[in-house]
């Protein structure tokens, strides 16, 4: 049996959010016209490369998310109305499964149910034996779900997950009544986001059935790649129990700003956490995975403040916590750079990475949490870049940030705080920015592709990097 020991310099990740959320930060302030320096070692070789499961999304069925919310309707035109209450009814988008000649399929008003008279009746003209054996396939109905994707969840609440690009999943969380169900769910949402599917289910069993060795076991066969963390603290003695890692700083599950300052969802709690998940890239040699939680919320049912997403049955929006995580959308499997704050205030936070967009084009990603209540003049110096390697066109800035740090969004307001991204004019290794109050900044420069001419046999040949 081995494990690894999370070193204590991990702990001060939890304590960096409670340093943060009152108002006055605990920090000096820097006066607009006190200039401050940001130095970027951007040379070849100088930076870390993060781990590509960094940050992911955590589900779990609370305030609604699954049921009532991702899967709140599977079947379209459920009730065989959609064309009214005549007869035939539109059974669109039903279809048939197998052919025609094998399959009758009509309607009526038969039903039991006094408020939906509509009924279906199949009638099968084909068996498993005799003269007309049924399609290989077999025969039936098929429906592609309510919101047209083929795992029928609920494609505007989907596609806000896709935005902010997880790289794992994990499940299914605290509550476990609905396993069998969530699970194979779970499984079918990893899939469609793309991302790793982390299944906890070790120490939910062990509660239920007693059953830890067994299942260690069983998975270790199976799945030996698969690394198993125990939250039990090996520190000061021996773990009783076999486990890959122990520690839960290893895997920050579920991290988030509560409490009155954090309202339902406030700006400044979304600073805080930008600021804890820079502290997070910073510190990825050692937290491998982050995850913030709870993710949803049906306001129906708001058991928890506050969550990532809000929505009803019709309306959804992200909360400013939300917003926070498209900053980092791109830092897993990126390239942490070596970044340094020259001034003697600490109501700043800032990190620096290398990232690449789906058409090979490399960027330098530099973000900025200003906790203070005064803009900052910033002076960010690059080096290790050759002369000219920055496209003076195709950078960009973007800022989140609102005129009080305790505005939400809302139903009303869906982005009243959400990013808002400008091009940025005279982008270069050498620049002077200033930086807004009670804001969230990323800048990103797009490097210039470098053209190397390879001679082979008396041709040559041109590529880009």
């Known amino acids: 049996m081995g494990y690894y020991k999370v070193p204590r310099s991990v702990l001060f990740l939890c304590l960096f959010i409670s340093f943060c959320l009152p108002y006055q930060f605990l920090a000096y302030e820097v006066e607009a016209d006190q200039p401050v320096q940001l130095l970027i070692d951007a040379s070849e070789g100088s930076g870390r490369r993060i781990p590509d499961t960094l940050f992911g999304i955590f589900f779990e069925e609370i305030n609604h998310a699954g049921t009532g919310g991702l899967w709140a309707e599977l079947v379209s035109n459920r009730g065989f109305e959609a064309g009214g209450a005549i007869i035939p009814s539109n059974i669109d988008p039903w279809s048939i499964i197998g052919d025609e000649s094998s399959l009758i399929v009509s309607t009526d008003r038969s039903s039991c149910f006094e ?198 049955s019709s309306q959804h929006y992200g909360t400013p916590s939300y917003w926070v995580q498209h900053f980092f959308a791109e830092s897993s499997g990126a390239t942490l750079l070596n970044a340094a704050l020259k001034t003697n205030s600490s109501s700043l936070v800032a990190s620096a990475i290398t990232w690449k967009n789906s058409e090979g084009q490399s960027y330098i990603r530099i973000k900025i949490v200003n906790f203070g209540s005064t803009s900052v003049n910033l002076k960010i110096s690059v080096s290790g870049l050759d002369p000219n390697s920055v496209e003076l066109s195709g950078s960009t800035k973007t800022i989140l940030t609102s005129a009080n740090v305790m505005d939400e969004n809302s139903f009303k307001e869906p982005e009243k705080i959400a990013p808002i991204q400008t091009l940025l004019e005279s982008a270069d290794k050498e620049m002077a920015v200033q930086v807004l109050p009670h804001s969230f900044t990323s800048f990103d420069l797009l490097k210039k592709s470098v053209s190397l001419r390879i001679k082979e046999d008396d041709s040559s040949s041109i590529s880009s990097i």
């Open 115 to 312: 408020r939906n008279k509509v009924a279906l009746r199949m009638e099968v003209l084909c068996d498993s034996e005799g003269a007309h054996i049924c399609p290989s396939g077999g025969v039936g109905l098929y429906n592609p779900g309510f919101w047209g994707m083929g795992h029928g969840f609920r494609k505007d609440l989907v596609d806000m997950l896709t935005r902010i690009k997880p790289r794992f999943l994990r499940f299914p969380g605290m509550y476990h009544v609905t396993w069998p169900l969530q699970i194979g769910l779970d499984w079918w949402l990893a899939e469609d986001l793309d991302a790793l599917p982390i299944w906890e289910a070790l120490d939910g069993l062990e509660f239920a059935r007693g059953n830890y060795l067994k299942f260690y076991d069983a998975i270790r066969r199976t799945y030996p790649d698969i690394k198993m963390i125990t939250n039990c603290d090996g520190s000061s003695r021996p773990l009783d129990h076999p486990a890959d890692m122990y520690d839960f700083h290893a895997f920050v599950s579920e991290y988030a700003v509560t409490g009155k300052d954090a309202g339902t969802g406030s700006l400044l709690a979304a600073l805080a956490e930008a600021g804890f998940l820079i502290g997070l890239e910073k510190n990825s040699d050692i937290v491998q995975m982050a995850s913030y939680a709870p993710l949803f919320v049906n306001t129906n049912d708001r058991r928890w403040n506050p969550d990532a997403i809000v929505f009803n």
